[in-house]
C-alpha cells in the first residue's frame, strides 16, 4: 500500500520536532527538572514508567519522564524502545520476597501480623483536600519536610525483612498448594516467546507485571462488577527493595549486586470445590511489579485469581480469558496500534469514499 507523503517532508518533521521542545520546555523561563527530581518527587509516576516499560533503570526512566513531557505511555514505550537493544548478558536466580527490606507492609485479612502493619508512605488515610501551602513552598520547608521521619524511622530498631503472612496458613493446610508441573516448569520468556495460547501461569504473570496499571485496573474491577466473582481479601501487601544477586563471572557463586524497588501483593479468595477430594483451601492470586505501585500488584493478583479459576472451572467472564487479558493489557502495544490511525491512510479512505459513491449511485438507480 502506497502512502502520498506529507506536504513538506523533512522539513515539516523537523519543526515538528522544535514544536515538541517548545512545549515542554515553555518560554524557558522556569528551571529544567532534573532527573532526581524526577525520581523522588514524582514518585509514582516513576514507578509507573518503571514498571511499564520493563527495564528497572530508575536514571533512563527519569530521563524518559522528562523527554516525553511526563506522558507515562511514551515514557514507557521509550524505556521499554532501549531495553529491547541491550544485551542480556545473565540471569538472576529465583527471588525470596521475605528478604525485602521493606518501608510498608500491611494485611486487610488480619489485625494483627507477625512484625506488625507498617504503613509506610501511603495517601491511603489522607484527606482528598489541597495543600495550598504548597503553591509556594520553600526550599527550607521542602528539605525539612521529610528528614525528621527518616531519622526517627532509623532509630526505632523496627526490623527491615519479615515474613509472609500466608506462611501462618499454608502451615495449616488452609492455602492451596502450588501446582507441581506449573513450578517445574522453565518460566516463560515473553521478550523472546511469542504468546500461543494456551500460556503457561508465569507467561501470564510477565505480561501483567509489564502490564499498563490502567488497563490492569479496569480488568480487575469487572469482576468485582458482575463480570466475575472475584471478591478477594489482601492476605499482605508489601512495598520494599529486594536484593539482586548474579552470578559471580569466575566462581559462580550469586553475589548481591545492588537492589531494585519492587511492589508485591497476595490475595486469598473464598475456597473452591476440589475435584480430586482433596480438603478445600483459600485460592491464591499474586501480582509484583517495579516500583511502588500498588493498585496495579493489586490488579494484578485479582487477575491472576480470575485467570486461575478460569483455567480451572472455564470462562465465564472476560477477565478469566487469558487471551482476553494478555492480548489487551500492554500499555505499550494499545497505545501504538491506537496512535497508528493518526499516520497517512490516504489510500484505504479513498477506496471507502469510491465504494461508497458506487453504492450509493446504485441505490438511487435501483430506487428510480
Not at 62 to 81: M, V
Not at 292 to 298: G, T
Amino acid at each position: 500500500m502506497g502512502y502520498v507523503a506529507i506536504k513538506g517532508g523533512e522539513r515539516a518533521i523537523a519543526e515538528a520536532a522544535r514544536a515538541m521542545e517548545f512545549a515542554r520546555t515553555g518560554d524557558g523561563a522556569a528551571d529544567p527538572l532534573s532527573l532526581p527530581q524526577i525520581e523522588t518527587q514524582l514518585r509514582w509516576l516513576h514507578s509507573r514508567v518503571l514498571s511499564e516499560g520493563g527495564l528497572y533503570s530508575p536514571e533512563l526512566a527519569s530521563l524518559a519522564i522528562k523527554q516525553c513531557g511526563g506522558d507515562p505511555l511514551e515514557a514507557a514505550f521509550t524505556l521499554r524502545a532501549h531495553r529491547s537493544t541491550r544485551p542480556r548478558l545473565l540471569e538472576t536466580p529465583a527471588f525470596d520476597t521475605r528478604e525485602m527490606r521493606l518501608i510498608r507492609r500491611i494485611s486487610s485479612a488480619f489485625k494483627e501480623i507477625p512484625g506488625g502493619q507498617r504503613l509506610g508512605p501511603t495517601p491511603d488515610y489522607l484527606l482528598r483536600l489541597f495543600r495550598f501551602e504548597l503553591l509556594d513552598e520553600s526550599p527550607e520547608a521542602f528539605r525539612a519536610a521529610g528528614g525528621d521521619w527518616l531519622r526517627d524511622v532509623s532509630a526505632s530498631g523496627t526490623p527491615e525483612t519479615l515474613g509472609k503472612v500466608l506462611d501462618a496458613l499454608r502451615a495449616e493446610g488452609l492455602v492451596a498448594p502450588p501446582d507441581p508441573a506449573e513450578r517445574a516448569r522453565v518460566p516463560f520468556d515473553i521478550t523472546r516467546q511469542p504468546l500461543v495460547f494456551p500460556v503457561p501461569r508465569s507467561a501470564q504473570l510477565a505480561v501483567m507485571a509489564r502490564g499498563e496499571t490502567g488497563g490492569l485496573l479496569a480488568l480487575a474491577y469487572s469482576t468485582m462488577r458482575g463480570y466475575g466473582d472475584t471478591h478477594p481479601t489482601i492476605a499482605e501487601l508489601r512495598v520494599g527493595y529486594l536484593p539482586i544477586r548474579l552470578p559471580h563471572p569466575v566462581t559462580g557463586e550469586p553475589q548481591e549486586i545492588g537492589e531494585v524497588l519492587m511492589t508485591e501483593c497476595e490475595v486469598v479468595a473464598m475456597w473452591e470445590p476440589s475435584e480430586d477430594g482433596a480438603k478445600p483451601s483459600f485460592s491464591l492470586g499474586y501480582g509484583a511489579c517495579f516500583g511502588h505501585n500498588e493498585v496495579k500488584a493489586i490488579a494484578m493478583a485479582i487477575l491472576d485469581r480470575a485467570l486461575q479459576h478460569g483455567r480451572q472451572h472455564g470462562v465465564s467472564a472476560p477477565a478469566e480469558d487469558p487471551e482476553f487479558v494478555l492480548l489487551h493489557v500492554d500499555g505499550v502495544d494499545s497505545m501504538g496500534f491506537t496512535t497508528h490511525w493518526k499516520l497517512p491512510h490516504y489510500v484505504t479512505f479513498q477506496s471507502y469514499l469510491d465504494r461508497l459513491r458506487t453504492t450509493r449511485r446504485r441505490h438511487g438507480e435501483e430506487r428510480a
